[in-house]
């Protein structure tokens, strides 16, 4: 008998099988998460010096209330706490506005 079906009738085992697999996905997602970030940022960060050049203020509140509501949507679409993602967003523009403001200084 190989290791395959040894887990494949020993439920812990198999429950072991299945953690990996999901940690594995988990790790993925969370490189994913990390790159599209920094990637977002690097827009952020032009439009930042984009603002600054012209004299343009750091905060965009209608743009953000915009963004947050168009991001509570897709949360709902993606079956994910809209109030969890309104949070993340609020955290994000936060971090985005004080860059913004770095480069009005």
Do not use: C
């Amino acid at each position: 008998m190989d290791a395959a079906t040894d887990n494949a009738t020993d439920p812990v085992a198999r429950a072991a099988d299945l953690l990996r697999d999901h940690r594995a996905s988990i790790d993925r997602l969370d490189a994913i998460l990390v790159y599209t970030l920094a990637e977002r940022f690097k827009h952020t960060q032009s439009v930042g010096r984009l603002k600054a050049r012209h004299d343009l203020p750091p905060s965009d509140p209608a743009r953000e209330a915009q963004q947050i509501e168009r991001l509570e949507r897709l949360a709902r679409e993606a079956d994910l706490d809209p109030d969890f993602a309104r949070k993340l967003l609020n955290f994000v523009i936060a971090e985005v506005i004080r860059h913004h403001e770095t480069f009005q200084s």
